[in-house]
């Protein structure tokens, strides 16, 4: 009988929201949340049927995961009991307040980042926001997950990009945090609470961001390595060039582009941002640090951002998407077991259909590792077997006893309690799960990974 | 002003945890606690405690929340918004012997700190390895990383390099209740929340730092810096607007008026900038020297666009100390024209500058009082500094009375109550000019997450109205003097 269920749970939305506000997912309108059909798809206008939403579904107890644009949403406990809503900002996307010379914007969640970048590029300005993936990912949606690029070494973690931001919690209450100014220590940081929730604690429904001028130069350069060992020399000679680079990356196996050739198995790339001068500088010591390591690159036509955002699509894709952090010191040391691990997983894939390819990028300024397999054809959400989970969770013992640390990104939901036990200590979750009763004390939102 | 009582039980388990020198109880030593650089503001401690460690920190935490005691951290007693003070019976847990680089680890670009370590003795023990701590409050060379962690600092050179949350990585705390936990820390992925984010700021109500781990940066190439003069502030205030308008990324942008300069010329700190003049502009670009002197033209046909009348150049390092000395002596220089200064702090969209502080000098003269601007311009960071002398009570009460009309006007040009001095005892009841009631209480429940008996650096941040609503009790009024 779970149509009554859908179709009462659809109804009260469509009191609050009306008809164009309320979405039943069908076949041909695949919105999927972890493989499971959500009984309502809620596309609220404004941030009053934001709140209103989550008010009615704070008093139902029924389970919300928070979403941007994005259709096929991994949510944790997406077996969770009840009617499951998803609750989508996409419509949320007016630009509130642009003043160029400010070097600030306030937009709606829903707003694309592709389409945000569109209008502040016209006043010769960007937004230092690059999380893995399309432009097609939302403001909310990027500020909600955890994930920063490769910008980061250059501008920061997405949470320094915030200035304020407009939360409505579990239980509907709206919160307007933060402000628009560059420095504003009034009250305690709710912000950083926020971004990197994941939708834990509320609906992001509007933000207020730093710009920066575009710079004079914007390019990358680029040295195929012929083993991962050779790119991680040139990656640590890179990183020791005296001069702050916009981003540094080792991508094994290198992202598929023409640009590299098919030998290679690492590349290392570095981007760097300026004045002509002084990136003239920059680029002349970041050649001869990776000048013997490999031949040296610099694509004509390749856009200072372009190569790091097809590896972010990879992370995008990822069936399995995990983070590692490890001391820049002991990137290396960690680096070992996770391709082991890898070749494990390749090998055991390869006798199914569609097999997966396994990745592993390293941030050359803070030595967090990223490591995942790409979606196969025959993957979607499916669950992978014992075996594969078992050696995954040694692989986590192993990192762990050498002082990395994990965080799972995107993971089928029969990996979750390998993920469960790379928690934080106990004083720690303590703390995170009494913070959450605080925004959602009915324990109603559903944490969500991009 | 009189300590309040504390029980000799509890004096002597203190001190049998941190030594008999690491317990103050004598009124006379008292004295130097009962106030921070915000001096209208005094109260005694009940004592003051000298812990060593995390663990003797931790126990003393323990032994105060055993007895239900309120406390306080205070590291160098700089703050501006009496952060630091002693309200409720408090104790003080002052961080004066915990002042240890404990690692500077350059292969990783980070640094671990005991929280009393001076900012300033940071980059010193840095600065051989090629790498500085970037955040530099004007007090830096005084206040300490835990204070700084505790307010968010900022100084002049974060106009390009950020304020102090985005250099700290980890930290060590001692919670309220005497447990001691670990948020962060460079290579640490498993936090759920950035719990490091929400602490730098809590202005000590979520418990004491006890260790802070920091990321340090590269010491650029080289630097370059020029001094404008102008005939009117908001020219200059114009012209920094223009210099960001225009893409250009300087390191600071520093503005001194008027009445700030005439104070440091005729003081010992004399700096040879003009004494006729209304505005000084410090423009300060670092990085690759190659671009510098491109980059230096560029500002500088920006301040003569808005009508400097001057501009100098620094051709060499000393020359550019000498360009800052009048910036960077201006409080001490205050400090001699009048008995007390109450220094503001606000923040508005850089656009709004000169409005805003047109709007302020209106409010200064109104209300018949010596205002001196120095701030961090290219920011939307201002400080209007109130010249003033508190035995005068009917001064007293012009200056509050404009001090919160100055708070209006930048609230209602889109800014904040403050940028980097924080709220402290001084600006709670600001807060609800731009909260809602929601976000209040919300605040104070995490507050209570941390703290659910209400006793790290109580009375502090969140109006009364707020606490009292969610705790059912009222805190000791503070007294102003
Ligand atoms: C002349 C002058 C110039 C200044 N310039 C600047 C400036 O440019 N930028 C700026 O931002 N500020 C400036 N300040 C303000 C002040 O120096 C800063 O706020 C500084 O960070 C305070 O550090 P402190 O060690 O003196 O802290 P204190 O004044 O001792 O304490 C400040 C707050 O921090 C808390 N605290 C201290 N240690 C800890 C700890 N270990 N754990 C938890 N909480 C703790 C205290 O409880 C208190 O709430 C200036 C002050 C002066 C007097």
Known sequence: MRWLVSDSVAGVFEELLSADGVLVPSADEPWTVRGRTPDVVALPADEEQVAASLRIAHERGWPVVPAGAGRRVEARAASREGPLVVLSVTRLREVVHYEPADLSLRAGAGLSLGELGESVRTEGQWLGLDPPGSPGRTLGGALAGCEHGPLHAGVGRPRDQVLGLVLVSGDGRVLRLGGDVVKNVAGFDLVKLVVGSRGSLGVITEASVRLHPLPEVDTTVIVPCSSVAGGLAALRAAAAVPHPLAALELFTPPPSTALVPAAARALVAARVMGTRRSAMRVLDSVRKAFSSHGEVIEPEGLMGGDLFRLAGGREENALIGIRVGALPSHAEAALGPILGYLGEAEAASESREGSSRSWVHIHGTTGTLRFGMERGESDEGEPRDELERETLSELGRALRREGASLRAVRIPASFEGVAAEWGASSGVQRIARQIERVFDPAGILVEASP | ?481
């Open chain 2, 1 to 481: 002003m009189t300590a309040p009582v504390i029980p000799a039980a509890l004096i002597s388990s203190l001190s049998r945890i941190v030594g008999d020198d690491g317990v103050i109880r004598d009124p006379e030593r008292l004295l130097v606690y009962e106030s921070d650089g915000l001096t209208q503001y005094r109260h005694a401690p009940a004592a003051v405690v000298l812990p060593r460690t995390t663990e003797e920190v931790a126990a003393v935490v323990k032994e105060l929340a055993a007895g239900g005691r309120a406390f306080v951290a205070r590291g160098a007693g700089t703050g501006l918004s009496g952060g630091a003070l002693a309200v409720a019976g408090a104790v003080v847990i002052a961080t004066t012997r915990m002042n240890r680089v404990l690692e500077v680890d350059v292969e990783n670009r980070r640094a671990r700190v005991q929280p009393g370590t001076v900012n300033s003795h940071l980059t010193r023990e840095s600065l051989p390895h090629g790498f500085f701590y970037a955040p530099d409050p004007s007090s830096q060379s005084a206040c300490t990383i835990g204070g700084n962690v505790a307010e968010n600092s900022g100084g002049p050179h974060c106009l390009k390099y950020g304020v102090t949350s985005r250099y700290v990585t980890g930290l060590t705390v001692v919670l309220p209740d005497g447990e001691v936990v670990s948020f962060g820390g460079t290579g640490v992925e498993e936090d759920p929340y950035d719990l490091v984010g929400l602490f730098v700021g809590s202005e000590g109500c979520f418990g004491i730092a006890t260790e802070v781990e920091v990321t340090l940066t590269p010491v650029p190439e080289a630097a370059a810096a020029l001094l404008a003069i102008f005939d009117r502030l908001e020219d200059a205030a114009r012209a920094v607007t223009r210099i960001i308008a225009r893409g250009l990324l300087p390191a600071a942008l520093e503005i001194v008026d008027g009445e700030t300069i005439r104070a440091v010329e005729s003081s010992v700190f004399a700096a040879g900038y003009p004494t006729d003049a209304e505005a000084a502009l410090v423009v300060e670009f670092d990085g690759v020297e190659d671009s510098l002197a491109e980059e230096l033209a560029a500002a500088e046909a920006c301040c003569r666009d808005e009508g400097a009348r001057e501009v100098r150049k620094a051709a060499s390092d000393e020359e550019r100390e000498a360009l800052w000395r009048g910036r960077k002596k201006a409080f001490g220089a205050m400090g001699r024209i009048a008995p007390d200064l109450l220094v503001q702090d606000a923040t508005v969209p850089r656009t709004r500058l000169p409005a805003v502080l047109e709007r302020i000098m209106e409010i200064g003269r109104r209300y018949d009082l010596k205002v001196a601007n120095v701030f961090h311009a290219g920011d939307g960071n201002l400080h209007p500094n109130i010249l003033f002398d508190r035995r005068n009570r009917e001064e007293l009460a012009r200056v509050e009375q404009a001090s919160k009309e100055m708070m209006q006007a930048c609230v209602d040009a889109g800014g904040t109550i403050t940028g980097e001095h924080g709220v402290g005892v001084d600006k709670k009841e600001y807060m609800g000019l731009i909260y809602s009631r929601s976000v209040l209480e919300t605040m104070e429940e995490v507050r209570r997450v941390f703290d659910p008996a209400g006793l790290s650096n109580p009375g502090k941040v969140l109006p009364g109205s707020i606490r009292s609503a969610i705790r059912g009790a009222e805190e000791d009024a503070v007294a102003r003097v």
